[in-house]
């Protein structure tokens, strides 16, 4: 499994795109670029996964490197319910779970 | 889509007594499912795998023998904690490879008193 590398915090305003990096220089092959996130007390949620090309679904998009050592999360336009910790994980069969990054969004 | 419901949401114990979690697969069948932790402010740590029909797999550090894992049929894993202190009071996640990606449960808030 990957290391991934995030922000610790990333603030952004109601209604506005918010762009989360990730770094995972040591992503093998095999590995997908999962990302979920996770509100106070609850399980994490899926939010997109991707393998080498950019993904995009309702909630968000995955923008991934070409050489993919990194890879972006878009939120499209920022609600308060997008406030959670978003998690970047390189895997194949198990998440292994870093620090993430806190989102905060400003009314 | 896939559902994982965890039962209890959250549990007091007294110390010394062992505690029971369920994780239930509702619209899904889930050959593996995955155990975690995590403390206040802290990440989610991985603490073993559940193979239905076979021994768990235990992360590096997890003693087995306080986290008794059985994942008897193909919708059910249970976590027990045995004799517990209040260094094991915890946040536990479930989670099981379904629907779009891994769904979770929604966690158990274990307090040991």
């Known amino acids: 499994d990957a290391k991934t590398t995030q922000p610790n915090s990333m603030e952004s305003n109601e209604e506005e795109p918010v762009h989360l990096p990730c770094n995972h220089s040591?992503?093998?092959?095999?590995?997908?670029i999962h990302w979920y996130r996770q509100l106070p007390s609850q399980g994490p949620e899926y939010v997109i996964h991707?393998?080498?090309s950019n993904v995009n679904n309702r909630m968000a998009s995955l923008a991934i490197a070409e050489d993919r050592k990194s890879s972006t999360l878009i939120l499209h336009r920022a609600t308060l319910r997008d406030a959670a910790v978003y998690y970047c994980i390189g895997a194949t069969n198990k998440l292994i779970f870093g620090t993430g990054t806190l989102l905060a969004v400003q009314p | 889509g896939a559902v994982v419901s965890q039962h209890p949401s959250r549990v007091i114990c007294k110390s010394g007594t062992s505690v029971k979690i369920e994780c239930r697969s509702l619209d899904f069948q889930a050959t593996t499912m995955f155990w975690y932790r995590q403390f206040p402010k802290q990440s989610l740590m991985l603490m073993a795998t559940?193979?239905?029909?076979?021994?768990?797999?235990?992360e590096q550090g997890v003693e087995k023998d306080k986290f008794l894992i059985n994942h008897a049929s193909l919708t059910l894993s249970t976590l027990t904690v045995t004799s517990a202190h209040p260094e094991d009071s915890s946040f536990y996640i479930c989670?099981?490879?379904?629907?779009?990606?891994?769904?979770f449960g929604s966690g158990t808030r274990l307090t040991v008193v």
């Open positions: 989670s099981a490879p379904g629907g779009y990606g891994y769904t």
């Open positions: 991707g393998l080498t």
């Open positions: 040591t992503i093998s092959g095999t590995d997908y």
């Open positions: 559940s193979n239905e029909g076979s021994k768990a797999t235990y």
